[in-house]
């Protein structure tokens, strides 16, 4: 049986000008507001969908990773997920950068750099973004 996630946004006036609000309805956690300049431009305070979009992909890869670890018999001790999107208007999503930052006891870098990318690939949140033609992973296993 499907897990169901929902938030919901609100908005008010045309693109330039207007504003909105999405709101986290199955957690609770919160209402953030949103505008076009804050997606297109500077932040001010506001989020946007991309930001919210690289929220989701650096959890979702840090479960997908956290996931291949235990199945080959290894436990994390830290994991730490970046994600960049690059949003254009007029194109879109044009990329997203992952920067994994990771500290796994008795772990070669083969092996590591072999799991990270697996991971990349078989995370939910990545093959939901697959129309995105640049995705990529920058992954440094700590001592």
């Not at 908005?11 to 000008?17: A, H, R």
Request: glycine share 8%; proline share 4%.
């Amino acid at each position: 049986m499907a897990t169901v996630r929902k938030a919901h946004a609100v908005w008010s006036g045309d693109l330039p000008t207007g504003s909105g609000q999405v709101t986290l309805d199955s957690s609770g956690l919160g209402t953030y507001d949103v505008t076009w300049k804050a997606r297109a431009e500077e932040s001010g305070g506001k989020t946007s969908p991309e930001e919210l979009i690289a929220a989701a992909h650096s959890a979702c890869f840090s479960m997908a990773f956290s996931l291949a670890l235990s199945e080959e018999g290894k436990t994390p001790d830290r994991l730490e997920t970046h994600a960049e999107v690059d949003f254009v208007p007029g194109k879109g999503i044009t990329a997203i950068r992952l920067t994994l930052s990771a500290r796994v006891p008795g772990l070669s870098e083969d092996d590591f750099q072999r799991l990270a990318n697996d991971a990349k690939e078989g995370c939910p949140v990545s093959q939901a973004l697959a129309a995105v033609k640049d995705i990529s992973l920058s992954a440094t296993l700590e001592s």
